[in-house]
């Protein structure tokens, strides 16, 4: 059985294809923002090393990342709706597979490996590219900013209510339903439009083949590429072992769940507040201010007393950095090069993300059983954001000459 292309035309309004991209993101990011609550609790049940579930989390980083310029080109030729429907059911599958292994390799094929290829192909890149395609320039930004500010949704309702679980009723049981949940990713896809120009528009002819020609032979491509490695080791460490970095402080696991539910709580302000000044302001420069800006915060951390609300206002101030970058990065991509193939462009930037992610997992285990400090990952943390404000000054964010002729 295949889906029409006009399957439900009634409900694919503007509106309704924002929506049910929003709902998307927040599913699929919720439930994978939840992963470093299993940390300590798997690692103690199974006798574990910290290094060997981070390394799980981090190959489920790499896939994430490996699979999504695929994901974004399948989606880009066929529409995303059976993209994101099988890549439900295997975010499903590892997420069960997770709850039954019973050695480190299981767990590195199952949490790694098969679950972070349903992510890429549940990722919100797929969902922010659909949202992009029925929203004209003059508002993309904004309405990027609000579905990345969904995922963020997500994580606030999602932390508390695993930690909840993992509490209540075990960590094996909580990511049975866990997997479940993620399910209802398939009757949203059905919402996602099938037309692959997004509304019928073709401002300029152009095979994949040329666009991916024309983004790695421009600087700023390359440049956008190389900072988003920033944001993925630094975004992907804090979530898979902050909340065993605050228990080891002495606090009790509540604040680490309750520290990332900040993060997604104030990233949702955030998000939005990046799309509005993405509208106004150049891009490139807002994303330099942010990685700048995550860099104090990670040395103050470090350098001040510890303390509940020192852990609290630095989750609740990173959160609001947290995923900004991702609106003005994926708003950079569709200005310089187009809605066309956005999923797939977007998709290849995003996968220089999660290298990021797998080193800022993987280390963050590693230097941890060697040195028993979370602090050398910290400070390489801070040096990679100072690099990352200074590669995206000089990008220029003018359409390409393809676009510019397209126009005219």
């Known amino acids: 059985m295949t889906l029409a292309r006009d399957t439900i035309p009634l409900v694919r309004t503007a509106t309704a294809v924002v929506l049910a991209g929003c709902l998307i993101a927040m599913v699929g990011f919720g439930a994978r923002s939840v992963m470093g609550l299993y940390l300590e609790p798997m690692t103690v049940a199974k006798g574990w090393s910290r290094e060997t579930f981070g390394l799980a989390m981090a190959l489920q980083n790499l896939l994430w990342g490996a699979a999504v310029p695929l994901a974004g080109g399948l989606a880009d030729k066929f529409g995303p709706s059976r993209v994101l429907a099988l890549g439900a059911i295997l975010y499903g599958l590892g997420l069960c597979g997770m709850a ?12 790694g490996v098969l679950l972070g290829t349903g992510i890429a192909f549940t990722g919100f890149s797929i969902a922010l590219a659909s949202i992009a395609k029925v929203v004209g320039p003059a508002r993309r930004s904004l309405a990027l900013g609000l579905g990345t500010a969904a995922g963020s949704m997500g994580q606030v309702v999602f932390s508390p209510i695993t930690q909840a679980m993992i509490s209540g009723i075990g960590w094996y049981d909580s990511l049975l339903i866990l997997a479940l949940s993620v399910l209802i990713i398939i009757p949203l ?35 956008l590429t190389a900072g988003f490695f920033v944001c993925g080791f630094q975004i992907a460490f804090i979530t898979v072992h902050f909340p065993a970095y605050v228990k080891d402080l002495g606090f009790s696991p509540a604040v680490g769940a309750i520290a990332m539910a900040l993060v997604g709580l104030f990233n949702i302000a955030g998000s939005l507040l990046a799309g509005y000044v993405g509208q106004r302001f150049r891009k490139n420069y807002g994303l330099s201010v942010i990685y700048l800006v995550r860099s104090i915060l990670v040395v103050g951390l470090l350098m001040l007393p510890k303390s509940e609300p020192l852990i609290l206002t630095f989750a609740a101030t990173m959160g609001f950095l947290w995923l900004s970058t991702v609106p003005l990065t994926s708003g950079l ?24 992610s797998f080193l800022g997992v993987w280390l963050g285990g590693l230097l941890y059983d060697q040195t028993g400090s979370y602090d050398p990952i910290w400070w390489m943390s801070v040096a990679l954001g100072i690099f990352a404000a200074i590669v995206h000054l000089p990008i220029k964010d003018q359409p390409v000459e393809r676009l510019k002729a397209g126009a005219a």
Do not use: C, N
Not at 100 to 111: D, F, K, N, P
Not at 198 to 219: D, F, I, P, S, V
Not at 333 to 356: D, E, K
């Open 100 to 111: 039954v292994s019973e050695s480190g390799l299981a767990l590195h094929l199952t949490g």
């Open 189 to 223: 896809a059905l919402v996602l439009p099938h037309d692959p120009d997004g509304a019928g528009r073709k401002a300029a002819e152009q095979t994949m083949a040329a666009a991916l020609k024309e983004a790695m032979g421009h600087g700023g491509f390359l440049l």
């Open 333 to 356: 991509v569709a200005q310089i090069f187009g809605v066309r193939y956005m999923a797939t462009l977007f998709g290849i930037v995003f996968f220089s993300h999660q290298i990021g």
